[in-house]
């Protein structure tokens, strides 16, 4: 099961946080804090894995952005690798060709993602076609919501 | 009116405009009407873009902070209207200054109002504030539930996922309660989107509540036979958490799981996914949905695992997929790497296990790091079951200990070490010595352990051993390990004649390097004893191999310079001057310096250093007589090896283990004390009595694994060169104290300090061996406690001695306060950290509370009520045949309580083990204390997770600050 998903910029700004596990606020900043400079520090050569306390660390950098996870010890570091990759696939499709300003500007559609891929910390659908179908109906629903609500608000509704 | 979600769309063409929009034109009407009405209604908050924008325009962090103090005030006013038509936007920013690191609890009840919104809109960034906002440790977190309840009940498939996914994210034991008959219920739902999602949502309830497994069990039968992939890896997820969670499900699904028995129908869907024809949306570099494999290939090895039917069935398919995996891709290693360690894990064929051997040698070569990284993580996890094999592979690990990647060379050290035998001992030793030298500190003393540890097993001679010993001490430097001081000083003491005299001249030579008595003090310490003891061979013994003997002069010159050296820890002094006081007897001319530099002492600031000059001046007064026989030669220490525990649990060297043991024989004197020789198991009835007033109720058996851990000298040590948390453990020798007082009557005669006791001529032979084996220890505050009982049976105490190794590190301590009232106050400043670092704590008598009993696994909280906090003292016993290993046990107390955790006294739990740590717990306001214990640990290297509740514990009044 993943603990936690990191998303962070090559400054050492965090873009996303996801969070499976309840540790205090206190903690997640001291976690974020030192695997940030921990993986920063790391030179691009390196492998993507990490033993960190008690867990694993999996880790890989696109282009500006660090994509870190954190799983148990049975977890396989190499399928968790896919699922940071698949996840980079689902952005790229979402937004087209994605770069680290739509994760800022569009943070809450990325967390909207990835809860469509993962629930818990473990995968739930495979298929990038089922997850985008579902991001799409979920926008169209609000969308029509919108427009409703403005059109209700000037009184043509 | 519910512009949260804004897009400059406008400014791009609609050819340009690549964004996935299905409403692209009436996002633009929205728009138009959404600014027109802006204009008419003022104030309008910022909107969130602008928001980013504004931040991100901040050039200094003040400045950021301004805009951001700015937002929130406005956002926290906001807030206190009622029905504020802006929520959903103004919960977005506060998520966005939520993510910049900024406080935005004030907006958890806000989500929980968009929550109960019937807007979608609401929902969805109302659960995602939940999500990021809440988690168990806020008391709110419970009024959602309410909430998601309902949203389980939606016709909305959507707001029914958004209901599943926050339940996923911060389910709490008591949410997982209300809510688990709606997810079972959700889990038969027809609508596939739904089905997956409950089914995850059932996991994580089984993850925080074990005892809902019941209910879903049901539920679960028919997930195999469907067609959708997520429905499918969703119930193997499930499936393998329930499997490894209970061994009794485990079997349920065996036997029985709906139409077709488990193990074929999973080696049928794998088939599919390998033989199958190309399916484009789950494809994934040319294999077949990796993730679902995975998982497949995971729950084979559970249910495989010492399964041997089970294994036969699954054989063919693990070759399949060992054979037919592409391998060119990480994905293809993805899944090999799963099936490797599903071979080895489960009873497969000989030919299989060669094959998955040979897959991670092709690993080891791979160009991947990350491959590598694998590779010899689980030759790590293999190389018990097939050494042969992975010896194979020996020289490509030994290059990976020059790998620029810490990750890769911690793995290839462990992998290293499982690999040294009685044939490869010396070109083992002689690469690691090489990565010992340029290793990072965090290596080093792991890795210098280690290295002492094989050559203790493998060493082919003992002049071998003597010199790998030395060299590892020089390339170690001040890393070592107090285990490799004591363990080289056994050694040396254990050794022929001629074998002492050449290692003490190879030590001698080795301190006559510059810097090496400060950047290699335990060097320093073992070559001291070693010279104080062996003094006379040194100087005046058979000299064979033409060793350039230092005069007396030079020698006391060179004791001079480590004695003054601001450099030298006290410690190393300690070793010198005790070194020093033996040399008096041993030299034959320099009597006199030597008695100045002593004397000298006599004043130090440190005080026992200072305790030890003035008892050794002692010596050279009124006590003469006495020197030579209190001096003399220490007896031949008995080497006892304890086997590190790199067996069973996938050879990772413990850091708790100690790997080697010195037990409490030498003290015990020459004869009489069969009870302390190294074999703890055979303890008499007495310790036992001990034990049980010490609180544990069955220690014995688990005793050998605490003598390991805090063997005399080593505990001793520890006390000497840790100094910190001063203020812990006072009650607890206090209570030891009183416990010892009371059963073990020990002689009490009035507390004299030290030497003086000695005067009674014959116990000084006694006194003689103790203080051979004091010396060793470096213990000052122990010669005074010590020969306070001398006089009337010195061998009890000294049998005493021995038994409390057994109890722990605290009860060695406990007796230097009995024996020196003089300076007691001082030794327990400097006792105290003892029982803390040492992680053995005794729990005193009380209430017990029983937190788990099951499968003879026994966890129990005696609460302690203080003045500033409350100790609790866990122990856990393990009565069961199995060994427990990997235990950990995480405790969470409500919000009001604040929960500090001290280190556990070990990780493994033999049969009959015990495991004991202390808790303490503050509270900050008026409440009752429950506990929440989660109890992990692995059995037969299958993980198990127990959690429990309790409650019961004494009222508390909140700390005033």
């Known amino acids: ?157 | 009116m519910y512009p949260y979600y804004e897009q400059d769309w406008s400014v791009l063409p609609p050819e340009n405009n690549r964004r996935f929009n299905p409403a692209f034109n009436m996002a633009t009407i929205r728009q138009a009407f959404t600014e027109a009405v802006e204009r008419v209604r003022m104030p309008t908050p910022t909107r969130l873009r602008d928001l980013i924008r504004q931040i991100r325009a901040a050039r200094t962090a003040a400045e950021e902070r301004a805009v951001v103090n700015k937002e929130c005030a406005y956002i926290r006013s906001t807030f206190r209207e009622e029905d504020s038509v802006w929520r959903c936007r103004n919960i977005a920013k506060l998520l966005y200054i939520h993510m910049l690191g900024y406080p935005a609890h004030f907006g958890q009840l806000e989500c929980l109002k968009l929550t109960a919104s019937t807007r979608f809109t609401d929902k969805r960034i109302g659960y995602l504030g939940a999500m990021l906002l809440l988690d168990e440790r806020q008391d709110v977190h419970l009024l959602i539930t309410n909430c998601l309840k309902n949203d389980l009940n939606s016709s909305t498939q959507f707001v029914v996922g958004l209901a599943l996914c926050t339940l996923g994210a911060i389910a709490s034991p008591e949410m997982a309660r209300d809510l688990a008959s709606e997810v079972e219920r959700l889990m038969k739902s027809p609508n596939t989107y739904i089905r997956k999602k409950a089914t995850l949502c059932a996991f994580r309830v089984i993850r925080r509540v074990p005892e809902l497994m019941e209910i879903f069990l049901p539920a679960t039968r028919s997930l195999l036979s469907e067609k959708n992939h997520g429905i499918l890896i969703t119930g193997v997820t499930l499936i393998t958490e329930m499997c490894e969670n209970s061994s009794d499900t485990l079997m349920h699904f065996k036997k029985d799981s709906g139409n077709r028995e488990i193990v074929p129908n999973l080696v049928r869907i794998l088939k599919s996914l390998i033989l199958g024809g190309y399916s484009p949306e789950h494809d994934v570099s040319g294999v077949s949905d990796p993730f679902l494999q995975v998982k497949i290939l995971r729950l084979l090895r559970i249910l495989g695992h010492n399964d041997p039917d089970a294994s036969e069935a699954m054989n063919d398919i693990l070759a399949q997929v060992a054979t037919n995996t592409e391998t060119s891709k990480n994905v293809g290693n993805t899944i090999l790497y799963e099936t490797v360690l599903s071979i080895m894990d489960i009873r497969s064929e000989g030919g299989l296990r060669v094959l998955a051997v040979n897959i991670l040698g092709r690993f080891l070569l791979n160009s991947d790091k990350n491959i590598r990284y694998v590779a010899l993580n689980t030759l790590l996890r293999t190389v018990h079951a097939d050494t042969s094999a992975v010896q194979r592979h020996r020289t490509t690990i030994l290059e990976c200990l020059k790998d620029p990647d810490v990750s890769i060379r911690r793995r290839a050290m462990e992998l290293s070490f499982a690999l040294i035998n009685a044939q490869n001992i010396r070109t083992m030793t002689k690469e690691l010595l090489l990565f010992l030298e340029k290793a990072d500190a965090e290596f080093k003393a792991q890795c210098s352990s280690g290295m002492i540890l094989a050559a203790e097993r493998y060493s082919p001679n003992s002049r071998w051993h003597l010199d790998t010993q030395l060299s590892v001490l020089i390339a170690a430097g001040n890393y070592v390990r107090d285990d490799v001081v004591s363990s080289t000083i056994q050694l040396v003491s254990s050794s022929p004649v001629p074998e002492q005299t050449y290692i003490t001249n190879r030590f001698w030579e080795s301190l006559q390097v510059s810097n090496h008595c400060e950047d290699k003090q335990p060097l320093l310490q073992v070559a001291v004893w070693a010279i104080g003891e062996y003094g006379d061979l040194f100087m005046y013994g058979a000299n064979e191999d033409e060793f350039e003997r230092p005069t007396e002069s030079d020698l006391i010159a060179v004791y001079h310079k480590f004695l003054t050296s601001a450099q030298v820890s006290t410690t190393s002094k300690q070793y010198a001057l005790v070194s020093l006081a033996k040399l008096s007897t041993r030299l034959q001319q320099c009597v006199e310096e030597i008695q100045a530099l002593i004397t000298s002492f006599g004043s130090h600031l440190n005080v026992d250093l200072q305790q030890r000059g003035v008892e050794f001046t002692q010596l050279f007064g009124s006590y003469k007589h006495l020197r030579p026989p209190l001096l003399e030669k220490m007896p031949a220490m008995q080497i006892s090896r304890i086997s590190s525990q790199n067996g069973e649990s996938g050879g990772s060297f413990d850091d708790n283990s100690p790997d080697v043991i010195e037990n409490g024989v030498e003290l015990g004197g020459s004869s009489t004390h069969p009870l302390i020789e190294s074999n703890m198991n055979t303890m008499g009835d007495n310790t036992n009595i001990l034990l049980d007033l010490l609180g544990s109720t069955d220690l014995s058996a688990g005793a050998s694994d605490l003598a390991m851990a805090t063997d005399l000298s080593n505990s001793v040590h520890k006390k000497n060169t840790r100094n910190a948390n001063n203020d812990a453990t006072v009650s607890n020798n206090q209570d030891l104290l009183d416990l010892l007082d009371l059963d073990m009557s020990a002689p009490t005669t009035t507390p004299v300090m030290g030497i003086n006791m000695a005067a009674d001529p014959s116990s000084a032979a006694n006194m003689n061996t103790m203080l051979g084996g004091l010396d060793l220890s470096g213990f000052g505050g122990g010669i005074d406690a010590m020969p306070n009982s001398i006089p009337t049976n010195g061998n009890d105490l000294a049998s005493m001695l021995g038994r409390l190794n057994v109890a722990g590190g605290a009860p060695v301590h406990a007796l230097a306060p009995l024996g020196s009232d003089v300076n007691s106050s001082s030794l327990l400043g400097e006792l105290n950290p003892t029982a803390a670092s040492n992680n053995v704590t005794v729990p005193p008598q009380g209430p017990k509370l029983t937190a788990l009993d099951k499968n003879g696994l026994l966890v129990q909280l005696v609460p302690v009520p203080g003045s500033d906090c409350m100790k609790i003292f866990m122990t856990t016993t393990n009565s069961s045949d199995n060994t427990l290993e990997q235990y950990v046990l995480q405790a969470a107390v409500q919000k009001s309580f604040k929960l500090q955790m001290l280190t556990p006294s070990g990780s493994v739990l033999p049969p009959g083990g015990v495991i004991t740590q202390e808790m303490r717990v503050v509270a900050t306001s008026n409440a009752v204390l429950r506990m929440r214990l989660r109890i992990q640990y692995t059995l037969d290297g299958q993980q198990l997770v127990e959690q429990t509740e309790v409650s019961g514990f004494p009222e508390q009044q909140p700390a005033h600050e």
């Open chain 1, 1 to 157: 099961m993943m603990l936690f998903m990191l998303l962070f910029s090559r400054q050492g700004k965090l873009r996303l946080q996801k969070w499976y596990m309840a540790y205090p606020d206190k903690t997640k900043k001291k976690i974020t804090r030192e695997l940030v400079t921990t993986i920063l520090a790391r030179k691009p050569k390196m492998c993507s894995f990490l033993e960190w306390k008690d867990c694993k660390i999996v880790y890989k950098r696109y282009a500006s952005l660090y994509f870190c996870c954190a799983i148990e010890q049975n977890d396989n570091e190499l399928l968790t690798l896919e699922i940071i990759h698949r996840y980079v696939e689902l952005l790229d499709k979402y937004f087209g060709s994605v770069c680290e300003l739509d994760i800022i500007f569009n943070f809450e559609k990325a967390y909207f993602i990835l809860d469509e891929l993962l629930i818990g910390g473990e995968i739930q659908e495979t298929s990038k076609k089922n997850v985008l179908k579902a991001i799409a109906s979920q926008d169209l629903l609000q969308e029509d919501e919108a427009v409703e609500g403005t059109l209700r608000d000037i009184g043509l509704l």
